[in-house]
């Protein structure tokens, strides 16, 4: 009982049938029409299976399916129609992607057994997706975790500007948001061929060798190459092969979105640390035609107004906790970077401090973001 199915019709008296002859067998909920189901599957969803009517006045139920594909792509679709041509058969399955294809009259067993496929389907989706999203982001996260103990500055700044590209994607709205977020946190695994000295001098707004620069322009190509050759990472791969690429570059193509918000906030990353402000980084960016998406600076403008949920704070090394972002680049006694501006505090973070406490000691105190939730217990522990 616990997946969703959602059948939409203008005619009520045929929903009221549906909701009576299935509901002791799975948990129904119906829409009087196309507008109704688009409200249904956005406020009320996710529904396993949604069943839709074709006839129906203003929106029909390919184009209604065509749009809940679109807003709730996991969802499976079946259309039931009592118009059974081929030709609307076609134009179903082409442009709704539907699971199944029933005609009215309809009998009970094979509605039931229709809905009771779709909810596997459902189900199997739900778990590839979960293996993609947390399985595979998992085994990778562990991976730059490693990698970051190689090259703290790099890798430090690919999980800070993962946090701000999370943010302009959702804003955007944008779709397959793991992608998005993958290929941001490992947008800087190529630099694995750079040394930490070149990377900080890029950061710092100093000039790199000749030999620096053509490593420096060849680290996406070396991270798409070795994403590329892992299943179900080709999107991600294509995302940092164009990172670097302006929006109106010829030689470009269709960039995907990925790839620019990624340029964008990396672009962005690197003339604020040069101790420029966010509204004039922006304002440099903006006098830059035809290099970042129009829409993604628009985007990024917005996002950077407000930070909510933080507050910032000052601490000593006892009282961070999981959860807090770092706000400063946290430096050792002796000058080394420890870990980057926006690294998230965890455990293998306050494990790692502990090797560097005494010898050489880490720099005190440190600055960091605090969620809301947590500063009244901090502020508290301060006193």
């Known amino acids: 009982m616990s997946a969703k199915i959602l059948f939409v019709d203008d005619e009520l008296n045929i929903l009221a049938a549906f909701e009576r002859r299935l509901k002791r067998t799975f948990s129904v909920q119906t829409a009087p029409g196309a507008e109704e189901g688009l409200a249904m599957v956005s406020e009320k969803g996710p529904f396993a299976v949604i069943v839709s009517d074709l006839r129906m006045p203003g929106m029909n139920g390919i184009e209604f399916l065509n749009r809940v594909r679109q807003t709730a792509p996991d969802s499976v679709r079946i259309m039931l129609t009592g118009n059974a041509d081929l030709e609307t058969a076609i134009e179903a399955v082409n442009k709704g992607h539907i699971f199944r294809f029933l005609t009215k009259p309809c009998e009970a067993q094979t509605l039931q057994e229709a809905i009771a496929a779709g909810i596997r389907q459902y189900e199997l989706i739900c778990a590839e997706r979960e293996l993609l999203e947390k399985t595979l982001r998992g085994s990778l996260k562990v991976l730059v975790d490693i990698l970051q103990l190689l090259n703290p500055e790099a890798f430090g700044r690919a999980t800070r500007i993962t946090h701000l590209v999370k943010k302009v994607a959702r804003s955007m709205h944008a779709p397959r948001l793991w992608e998005i977020e993958t290929a941001a946190y490992l947008s800087h695994i190529g630099c694995v061929i750079l040394s930490e000295e070149a990377i900080k001098k890029l950061y710092r707004g100093e000039g790199l060798t000749s030999e620096e620069a053509q490593l420096f322009n060849m680290h996406p190509f070396v991270a798409s190459d070795l994403l590329s050759r892992i299943p179900r990472m080709e999107t991600v791969a294509r995302i940092i092969a164009n990172q670097q690429k302006g929006f109106q570059d010829t030689e470009a193509g269709e960039l995907p979105l990925g790839s620019r918000i990624l340029k964008a906030v990396l672009d962005f990353d690197r003339i604020h640390a040069t101790d420029i402000s966010d509204g ?30 933080h507050e910032k704070m000052s601490l000593s090394l006892r009282q961070l ?30 494990e790692r401090m502990k090797n560097f406490v005494q010898k050489p000691g880490i720099r005190e105190p440190v600055r960091v973001l605090v969620p809301s939730a947590m500063v009244k217990t901090v502020s508290r522990n301060l006193q």
Do not use: C, W
């Open 280 to 309: 004039d980084a922006l304002a440099i960016m903006a006098s830059r035609e035809g290099r970042y998406d129009p829409d993604v600076l628009q985007a990024l403008h917005t996002v950077l107004d407000v930070e909510p949920g």
């Open 321 to 350: 906790k999981d959860g807090m972002i770092i706000d400063g680049d946290l430096f050792l006694q002796d000058g080394r970077l420890l870990v980057a501006k926006g690294y998230r505090v965890n455990l293998t973070l306050r």
